[in-house]
C-alpha cells in the first residue's frame, strides 16, 4: 500500500495587515482578516497546521503534498512562517511536493516575485503547469491552478490544459465540484473549469486530489472523482490521507483537533 498526506489551506495571516494592504488588490482580503469572517476563524491556523503535522510525522506516509493557501495576502513573513510550520515534513525523508493556491498569487507583485517558490524552495515545486511526481511504484499528477488576478472579488484560477493521458490521482489547489456535483462558482473557480469538468467526465477514471474549499467532501461525475481535503487553518482543521493499493484509492479524513481520524469513503 501506498499512502499519500495532502494538506492544504493553512493560510497564516499577519494580524492586523500591514496598512498598504488597505490600498490596492490586498484590500478585500485585508477587509476580511479585520472585520469579516477570518478575523477570528484562522486566528489559530499556526497551531492547527503544527498539530496536522504532527499527525502526519507520528505515522509518516510515503509522500505528503501540500495543497497552497499557505498565506493569507502572499506576505513573505506569513508564507516563511507557513514554511516553518511545515518543515517538519521534511524531514521525514520522503517526497513533498507543494503547489501554489491562489493566495499564495494574491498580487502580481507576490506571483512575479516567486515568493511563495522562494518560501517552499526545499519542496518540490511544479516547474510548469502539468508535472509528474514518483512515489514508490505509482506516479501522481501535479497541476499549477494559480495565478494573480486584477479584481477585488475575482478568485479565479488558470485556463488550464492538461495533458491527454493523465495518472489515475491528480493534485491540484482548485477544485472542480461543489459538495452538490455542480461546477464551482464563475468568479471562484478554474477559468475553464466547466470544459475540464466534462474532459474527465467522459475520460478515464481520474481521482482530482483538491483544497481551495474550505470543507472536506468527496463528490463524483463521470469518471471525475474529486477528494476535497479541507483547511487546515480552519476550525475544523481537515487533512486527508490517501491509500493506494492497485487499483483501489481510499481516503481517510483527519482533524487536528481531535485524536483520532474519521473515515470518509
Not at 493569507?72 to 517526497?95: F, M, N, T
Not at 488558470?158 to 464551482?184: C, K, M, W
Request: hydrophobic share 40%.
Amino acid at each position: 500500500m501506498i499512502r499519500i498526506a495532502h494538506l492544504t489551506d493553512l493560510h497564516i495571516s499577519a494580524q492586523p495587515p500591514h496598512w498598504t494592504a488597505f490600498f490596492d488588490r490586498r484590500l478585500s482580503g485585508a477587509l476580511n482578516l479585520t472585520v469579516g469572517k477570518r478575523r477570528n476563524a484562522y486566528r489559530s491556523s499556526r497551531q492547527r497546521g503544527e498539530r496536522a503535522v504532527a499527525q502526519i510525522v507520528a505515522d509518516p506516509p510515503d509522500a505528503v503534498v501540500f495543497g497552497g493557501d499557505a498565506s493569507s495576502l502572499a506576505e513573505r513573513a506569513e508564507l516563511a512562517g507557513a514554511a516553518e510550520i511545515l518543515a517538519p515534513l521534511l524531514d521525514l525523508g520522503i517526497p513533498c511536493f507543494a503547489l501554489p493556491g491562489n493566495h499564495d498569487r494574491y498580487t502580481h507583485r507576490a506571483q512575479a516575485q516567486r515568493r511563495f517558490e522562494e518560501a517552499f524552495k526545499d519542496w518540490q515545486c511544479i516547474a510548469g503547469e502539468f508535472q509528474l511526481g514518483n512515489v514508490g511504484s505509482i506516479s501522481i499528477g501535479l497541476v499549477d491552478t494559480a495565478q494573480a488576478n486584477r479584481m477585488l472579488w475575482d478568485s479565479r484560477g488558470r485556463q488550464i490544459t492538461l495533458p491527454q493521458e493523465l495518472p489515475p490521482i491528480v493534485f491540484s489547489h482548485y477544485a472542480l465540484l461543489l459538495p452538490n456535483g455542480e461546477p464551482d462558482r464563475h468568479w471562484h473557480g478554474l477559468r475553464n473549469g466547466q470544459e475540464v469538468i466534462q474532459r474527465l467526465a467522459d475520460s478515464q477514471p481520474v481521482v482530482w486530489c483538491s483544497g481551495h474549499i474550505h470543507h472536506s467532501f468527496e463528490v463524483s461525475k463521470g469518471n471525475l472523482r474529486q477528494l476535497s481535503a479541507g483547511s487546515i487553518g480552519s476550525p475544523a482543521a481537515n487533512w486527508q490521507m490517501l491509500e493506494i493499493q492497485g487499483s483501489s484509492i481510499e481516503r481517510r479524513v483527519f482533524s487536528a483537533r481531535e485524536s483520532e481520524p474519521t473515515n470518509k469513503r
